[in-house]
């Protein structure tokens, strides 16, 4: 990919100062045949939260490596670690860094000319309005802003020997709530009037001509008020404010061919470029007339714009309602097809999650794309530098869900395609609180300069909690499938004897319940068996011995086994064998015993063992009424086998020659 991209990195881009200074970058990169990439936190950075720490990781993903320049602007990003990171990052990259209203050492700096369209504001009531008593509105002490605009006051105030005393300043901290107050408090005191009233900003002023107004107090007629900054909102003031406002469209070419005569130079003019402010004198001077017949177009397109805001933030969140229910990733952003008319200004919206939250998910993690390269290894070993095109959603068309993995340092998939084709990017956080899962990427064309880009705030929130919810449900999903698989585990436990794996008395009355509910069987067969001389062999030969004799007979009664029947290890030497049976006259109760005694006759004959293995066994065979006494049923079956365990002692001597006889071979 050719370097010929600007980062631009800014907040809360749906301000119009942002927004205008966007417009501004876009255009002129486009007549220089460059692309933009945007890269917008919606919050300011000031307060240093979890929720800052999370926005602030879009400022993490910028790859220097494939741009020509940064631009940013440090006085809307109140996160100092930020701003000194993307100089020095750029600085490391050789890239030209450009700051936008502050001077900053190592950057092209360019600042607005404050104090001059300040001073033309004052020295204009006082020559054109005969002026003569001035009120300062300031806004926060100490800051340099505003000190800025009191000084510049004073400057031009002191030179035509006019009046601005320290009683007549109040802070209004940029703000319209302490503005307010400081109004009414002046308003309250019974001071006379100024001539005029000095506001650091518009909304200032417009808070100052808004209390004026309700204390019957005209403006201009009665006092003239003057605002600072140009701002969006003084369009629908009435009456309009004589103001100052930034030459956007200037800083944002000068930033771009600044830019561009480092790629052809090789270096950067680290020059520090003053733009001035255009002043505009309007009514709230007396220099226009006030145009009641205006205010109805005004109305208009602020409710116009309301009813539009108020159209997708409610769709947005039956958006997150919907989002919210799915329990997997690819259900959720398919939620996406129904609600994209709501923020259609975009070309192409990209939504990009991280690998290890997607490989959480299992519907998803298998169907994901992951090209030769990226599957075995990451950069650091894991997927965490690896990100899931989760989907591509193209106005007028149906969304597509890639499932794309690719290296999050890559941005996109065919990144270089899309700038090539001269569509400029935004790319916005995924996250709530200080939890990253990915972000938003979308086009945005140069040609088009009205965009409303608080819709993407409002897509971008509500898109990230319902990551959050399916994640939450996701992780709930695996909590509940550990906690059963640690059950069923515990159950086996629980009904399996440790030493042999087969059923425990307990799994054997279990397993007795659940088998009994079959109503193809009509009878049930329950056998005894008892491991014949075990103390001898664990005297004799040790206790391993002994255990390796008790596994032989559960092998045994497992080999008998089939569907239809339960073995178990009662306890000791003690073995219970049931079989449900569906034709009980086509199977004889000595048949079991039978067959388990030329079991335990082949073992013999093996060798395997230094002892002769034997076993005692006793069955009946029963109705399958007899159920309900199945305690009967098995003393029925230990009645047999202790019949043959006596007979077994009764013969013990030549049992005792057979074994000893064994031994000698």
């Keep these: 990919m050719s370097r010929n991209t600007i980062a631009v990195c800014l ?11 966007i417009k501004a970058i876009t255009k002129r990169a486009e007549e220089r045949g460059l692309n933009v990439e945007i890269y917008n936190s919606f919050v300011e950075l000031v307060n240093r939260d979890l929720h800052d720490k999370g926005e602030e990781s879009i400022f993490e993903l910028i790859d220097y490596r494939h741009l020509c320049g940064i631009i940013y602007f440090p006085e809307k990003i109140k996160n100092s670690r930020v701003n000194e990171n993307i100089v020095r990052y750029g600085r490391e990259h050789n890239l030209p860094v450009v700051s936008i209203d502050r001077n900053v050492p ?121 605002g600072f900054d140009g701002i969006e909102m003084e369009k629908y003031a009435t009456p309009r404010l004589t103001t100052a406002e930034t030459d956007l469209q200037r800083s944002g070419a000068l930033a771009v061919d600044s830019i561009l005569s480092y790629m052809k130079m090789g270096r950067a003019d680290l020059s520090h470029y003053v733009v001035p402010f255009h002043t505009r004198y309007s009514q709230s001077c007396g220099c226009n007339d006030i145009v009641p017949s205006g205010a109805n177009g005004m109305v208009q397109a602020i409710y116009s714009k309301l009813s539009r805001t108020r159209l997708v933030v409610n769709n947005m969140s039956f958006m997150l309602n919907d989002m919210s229910a799915k329990t997997d990733f690819l259900s959720m952003i398919k939620e996406i097809a129904t609600y994209r008319v709501y923020i259609d200004a975009y070309e192409d919206i990209y939504i990009c999650i991280k690998k290890d939250l997607a490989m959480i998910d299992p519907e998803l993690s298998g169907k994901l794309v ?19 095109l989760l989907c591509k959603s193209t106005r007028y068309q ?50 088009n300069n009205e965009y409303d880009y608080s819709e993407l705030s409002y897509f971008t929130r509500d898109l990230s909690q319902a990551i959050a919810y399916v994640t939450q449900t996701i992780n709930m999903q695996r909590a509940n499938d550990s906690i059963r698989i640690a059950n069923e585990k515990l159950e086996s436990l629980y009904i399996t004897d440790y030493l042999t794996g087969i059923n425990n008395r307990r799994g054997f009355f279990k397993g007795i319940e659940e088998k009994k509910k079959n109503a193809d069987f009509s009878a049930f067969l329950i056998a005894s068996i008892d491991l014949n001389g075990l103390k001898y062999i664990n005297d004799k030969y040790g206790h391993h011995e002994g255990d390796r004799a008790i596994c032989q007979v559960a092998d045994l009664l497992k080999e008998i086994s089939d569907e239809n029947s339960i073995c178990a290890r009662f306890g000791g030497d003690e073995f219970a064998f049931c079989k449900f049976i569906e034709r009980p006259e086509a199977f004889e109760d000595e048949d079991f015993c039978n067959n388990f005694g030329r079991l335990v006759a082949r073992e013999n004959e093996s060798g395997k063992m230094p002892y002769l293995f034997s076993a005692s066994c006793g069955a009946v065979v029963v109705p399958m009424d007899c159920i309900d006494v199945l305690d009967k049923v098995i003393n029925q079956a230990d009645e047999k086998m202790y019949a043959e365990k006596a007979l077994f002692h009764r013969t013990h001597k030549e049992y005792e020659k057979r074994r000893a006889d064994r031994n000698n071979e």
């Design 11 to 21: 907040v809360k881009m749906e301000e119009s100062v942002q927004s205008e200074s």
């Design 106 to 226: 190592e950057c092209i700096s360019i600042t607005f000319d404050y104090s001059k369209a300040f001073e033309e504001i004052v020295e204009h009531l006082i020559v054109k309005h005969a002026c003569k008593r001035f009120f300062m509105m300031a806004g926060i002490k100490n800051n340099s802003f505003s000190d800025e605009r009191i000084e510049a006051a004073k400057k031009i105030i002191n030179r035509f020997q006019c009046e601005l005393t320290d009683d007549y300043i109040a802070y209004g901290d940029f703000w319209e709530g302490p503005a307010r107050t400081e109004i009414n408090a002046f308003l309250d005191s019974g001071k006379p009037l100024p001539d005029a009233f000095l506001a650091a900003n518009d909304v200032m002023a417009m808070v100052i001509c808004d209390e004026l107004g309700k204390r019957g107090i005209r403006v201009p007629e009665d006092v003239i008020v003057t």
């Design 370 to 388: 992951i090209p030769e390269e990226l599957k075995n290894t990451s950069e650091d070993g894991t997927a965490d530098n690896q990100m899931v």
């Design 398 to 447: 149906d969304p597509k869900y890639p499932l794309e993995v690719f290296r999050m340092r890559e941005m996109l998939p065919g990144r270089g395609e899309i700038l090539d084709n001269a569509r400029n990017m935004v790319f916005l956080p995924l996250h709530i609180l200080d939890k990253v899962y990915g972000y938003v990427a979308v086009s945005i064309m140069p040609q």
